[in-house]
């Protein structure tokens, strides 16, 4: 499974981003998709999952109610909408997948390269 993530930018406080990872090759393995971060001299967190059929969503506690996951499987494509942007946000977003929504939402199968966020105060 290969995970090509786009959308970062630089963006002030208050605003809002859209992330979008777009999946190719045995997607059927590994459908189920998330996002994680990792901010400098930080570990990589949890920000949100989707299961296969985007009936069930989780969002890491930090982001609950300014950030929310879609996923339109037409194009093999999760999205992340962020809203309310802060300085703290600032970091690498990695768009991952895995075979079950425990393993996406721990230790995700598969990686995506990166997009960088920056929040300016």
């Known amino acids: 499974v290969q995970l090509q993530a786009s959308g970062g930018g630089l963006v002030q406080a208050g605003g809002s981003l859209r992330l979008s990872c777009a999946a190719s090759?045995?997607?059927?393995?590994?459908?189920?998709m998330g996002w994680f971060r990792q901010a400098p001299g930080k570990e990589r967190e949890f920000v949100a999952a989707?299961?296969?059929?985007?009936?069930?969503?989780y969002i890491a506690d930090s982001v609950q109610g300014r950030f929310t996951i879609s996923r339109d499987n037409a194009k093999n494509t999760v999205y992340l909408q962020m809203n309310s942007l802060k300085p703290e946000d600032t970091a690498v977003y990695y768009c991952?997948?895995?075979?079950?929504?425990?393993?996406?939402?721990?230790?995700?199968?598969?990686w995506g390269q990166g997009t960088q966020v920056t929040v300016s105060s």
């Open positions: 090759g045995r997607t059927f393995s590994s459908p189920h």
């Open positions: 991952a997948a895995g075979p079950s929504i425990v393993i996406v939402t721990s230790r995700p199968a598969y």
């Open positions: 989707i299961t296969w059929t985007g009936s069930s969503m």
